[in-house]
T-cell receptor, first 118, second 112 residues
Framework: DTGVSQNPRHKITKRGQNVTFRCDPI?????LYWYRQTLGQGPEFLTY????????KSRLLSDRFSAERPKGSFSTLEIQRTEQGDSAMYLC????????????????FGDGTRLSIL | AQRVTQPEKLLSVFKGAPVELKCNYS??????LFWYVQYSRQRLQLLLR??SRESIKGFTADLNKGETSFHLKKPFAQEEDSAMYYC??????????????FGTGTQLKVEL
């Protein structure tokens, strides 16, 4: 297993265009997370899936953003009508579920998709 | 609300010197803390978590609930320790997931 895989690595687009990113988690991981990281900041939580169910969304996720995980495996994050402020690194992470002995399992991150809005 | 503060953007030490990367947190529940590291041109990866109480690559971190701190320490810095270090706090989400709240990171530079 190569770990969490994200595509594309870079995306450059004009303001107002729609973009879609893909994340393939580690195969046995049922939890999947999206984060956004801007320059000089740590990653910020966007949304969380357990299997195919989207269970939590941050207030950072405006109605222009939508995320799906249709079969509980890969996930997509779509941004409609992109704005300059959407320029950031979009990170995906996955993990196993809670373990009685170990508690919350650590999240494993992908390389991210860097979005640049012209 | 949960918050993580890393006061130093950059920490520069000489090889062989002790290292301490500071992390303070704010959380109303029982905290679960992590240190993640990002080496140049690599992805973010878990370094250690407080629940494990183990030493990884010579690094240790002790959770101090009284001071709400989780500082990362290493007695003797190595050149390969140069990287960006993020402290993160885990918070519960609906359905049992855990949201990580990250600090702004500290860039550690180990000089020869």
């Amino acid at each position: 297993d190569t770990g969490v895989s994200q595509n594309p690595r870079h995306k450059i687009t004009k303001r107002g265009q729609n973009v879609t990113f893909r994340c393939d988690p580690i195969s046995e991981h049922n939890r999947l997370y999206w984060y956004r990281q801007t320059l000089g900041q740590g990653p910020e939580f966007l949304t969380y899936f357990q299997n195919e169910a989207q269970l939590e969304k941050s207030r950072l996720l405006s109605d222009r953003f939508s995320a799906e995980r249709p079969k509980g495996s890969f996930s997509t994050l779509e941004i409609q009508r992109t704005e300059q402020g959407d320029s950031a690194m979009y990170l995906c992470a996955s993990s196993l579920g809670w373990d009685r002995g170990k508690g919350n399992q650590p999240q494993h991150f992908g390389d991210g998709t860097r979005l640049s809005i012209l | 609300a949960q918050r993580v503060t890393q006061p130093e953007k950059l920490l520069s030490v000489f090889k062989g010197a002790p290292v301490e990367l500071k992390c303070n947190y704010s959380y109303s529940g029982s905290p679960e803390l992590f240190w993640y590291v990002q080496y140049s041109r690599q992805r973010l990866q878990l370094l250690l978590r407080h629940i494990s109480r183990e030493s990884i690559k010579g690094f240790t971190a002790d959770l101090n609930k009284g001071e709400t701190s989780f500082h990362l320490k290493k007695p003797f810095a190595q050149e390969e320790d140069s990287a960006m270090y993020y402290c993160a706090l885990s918070g519960r989400l609906t359905g049992g997931g855990n949201k990580l709240t990250f600090g702004t990171g500290t860039q550690l530079k180990v000089e020869l």
